[in-house]
């Protein structure tokens, strides 16, 4: 079976963005590859940070991917597997300067410190792509789901191992590819010009773990029409909404308002009523999960460190290869 791995930084609660985007289809995929999924704080530590919120928010995130449907077995946190960053290390000597000052993310990020109080840009957030090759490689993943702001990443974690199997003289690496699954982009309902995201603020996102009546409101309130739309074309927000009724499972109702929509006889207050539908009904749904899995959260603890534990033997594995590779001491202590 093909190895999927990827990661997720810890911070705050996930929104339908998140979910339709990306967490829906890691879970899809456990069925039919062998999936590790991280919850990456190590990459957290990058930006301006508080320790105590770090490390609930990393307890936080996994709770929640665990109701969303991601199995405890195929989660790890990066922080209890640190040869993530003893092989980040090996790996900066293999990393073109050059090319990790060009990585978009980072200039994004550090035009942001810049901003901050006291614009300050930590060697951290520089090399923040190095260990998120060192994610990937340490397992020899086959395939990487991420998004279309990563894809600069994976092309300079194939950089990174092409240089070091020419260095070993030696296939070690395998290139790992992008699996660009057809994932829905939804858009903040507020502003349906810019994507939903937990940054722009509050209403620009819809928690899934959102009452019924925020998900409610939030729908009912929904841009339809920004001014944005050619004569003829659909508007973005209402290509929002059905793209939220679609990625929710609810086909016979988007059906059935799609040709609604093409003989012109669509009701918008319809659409919402659908979308509101819907999300509730999953919002219900991951909230009773929520409440089951929380109510022992030291047994989903025990269980996350003994999955991390599990994991970690893949990656010291590698570790161990990779160091009698580079010409390192390796002793069994
Ligand atoms: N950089 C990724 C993001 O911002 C998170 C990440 C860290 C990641 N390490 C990874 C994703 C390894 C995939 C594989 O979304």
Same mark, same amino acid.
């Given at each position: @079976?093909?190895?999927?791995? %990827?990661?997720?930084?810890? $911070?705050?609660? #996930?929104?339908?963005?998140?979910?339709?985007?990306?967490?829906?289809?890691?879970? &899809? #995929?456990?069925? /039919?590859?062998?999936?590790?999924?991280?919850?990456?704080?190590?990459? +957290? @530590? $990058? @930006?301006?940070?508080?320790?105590? &919120?770090?490390? *609930?928010?990393?307890?936080? #995130?996994?709770?929640?991917?665990? +109701?969303?449907?991601?199995?405890?077995?195929?989660?790890?946190?990066?922080? !209890?597997?640190?040869?993530?960053s003893e092989l980040s290390w090996i790996f900066n000597n293999f990393a073109s300067m050059g090319r990790v000052e060009n990585m978009t993310q980072f200039k994004d990020k550090s035009q942001q410190s810049k901003s901050g109080k006291d614009g300050f840009i930590s060697v951290g957030l520089f090399d923040y792509p190095v260990l998120q090759a060192a994610d990937i490689l340490i397992y020899k993943a086959d395939f990487v789901p991420v998004g279309e702001d990563q894809r600069q990443h994976l092309e300079l974690t194939r950089e990174i191992a092409q240089r070091f199997n020419n260095q070993v003289g030696k296939e070690y690496f395998v290139l790992p590819e992008t699996l660009f699954t057809e994932t829905p982009k939804i858009r903040s309902t507020a502003d349906p010009s810019r994507k939903m995201s937990k940054s722009a603020g509050e209403k620009h996102n819809i928690s899934v773990f959102a009452d019924e009546a925020v998900i409610r409101k939030r729908i009912k309130s929904a841009v339809t029409d920004a001014g944005d739309t050619k004569e003829g074309e659909m508007s973005s927000g209402v290509q929002n909404l059905f793209e939220m009724l679609k990625a929710s499972g609810e086909m016979d109702t988007y059906n059935?308002? @799609?040709?609604?929509?093409?003989?012109?006889?669509?009701?918008?207050?319809?659409? &919402? *009523?659908?979308?509101?539908? +819907? #999300? /509730?009904? !999953? %919002?219900?749904?991951?909230? +009773?999960?929520?409440? *089951?899995?929380?109510?022992?959260k030291k047994e989903v603890k025990y269980q996350i460190k003994n999955s991390s534990a599990a994991i970690r033997k893949i990656a010291q594995e590698t570790i161990k290869e990779v160091k009698d590779l580079c010409g390192l001491i390796n002793v069994k202590f």
């Amino acid at each position: @079976m093909k190895r999927v791995l %990827s990661c997720i930084q810890p $911070t705050g609660d #996930l929104h339908y963005g998140n979910y339709f985007g990306a967490v829906q289809n890691w879970v &899809k #995929l456990q069925s /039919s590859y062998e999936t590790i999924y991280g919850v990456v704080d190590y990459h +957290a @530590m $990058t @930006m301006p940070y508080n320790p105590k &919120k770090l490390r *609930e928010n990393t307890w936080e #995130l996994i709770y929640n991917l665990i +109701a969303l449907g991601i199995k405890p077995d195929n989660l790890f946190i990066q922080s !209890l597997v640190p040869e993530h960053s003893e092989l980040s290390w090996i790996f900066n000597n293999f990393a073109s300067m050059g090319r990790v000052e060009n990585m978009t993310q980072f200039k994004d990020k550090s035009q942001q410190s810049k901003s901050g109080k006291d614009g300050f840009i930590s060697v951290g957030l520089f090399d923040y792509p190095v260990l998120q090759a060192a994610d990937i490689l340490i397992y020899k993943a086959d395939f990487v789901p991420v998004g279309e702001d990563q894809r600069q990443h994976l092309e300079l974690t194939r950089e990174i191992a092409q240089r070091f199997n020419n260095q070993v003289g030696k296939e070690y690496f395998v290139l790992p590819e992008t699996l660009f699954t057809e994932t829905p982009k939804i858009r903040s309902t507020a502003d349906p010009s810019r994507k939903m995201s937990k940054s722009a603020g509050e209403k620009h996102n819809i928690s899934v773990f959102a009452d019924e009546a925020v998900i409610r409101k939030r729908i009912k309130s929904a841009v339809t029409d920004a001014g944005d739309t050619k004569e003829g074309e659909m508007s973005s927000g209402v290509q929002n909404l059905f793209e939220m009724l679609k990625a929710s499972g609810e086909m016979d109702t988007y059906n059935s308002l @799609m040709s609604d929509y093409d003989s012109g006889q669509l009701k918008y207050s319809t659409l &919402k *009523e659908g979308v509101a539908d +819907a #999300l /509730s009904n !999953l %919002s219900n749904t991951f909230n +009773a999960k929520k409440a *089951e899995i929380t109510a022992d959260k030291k047994e989903v603890k025990y269980q996350i460190k003994n999955s991390s534990a599990a994991i970690r033997k893949i990656a010291q594995e590698t570790i161990k290869e990779v160091k009698d590779l580079c010409g390192l001491i390796n002793v069994k202590f």
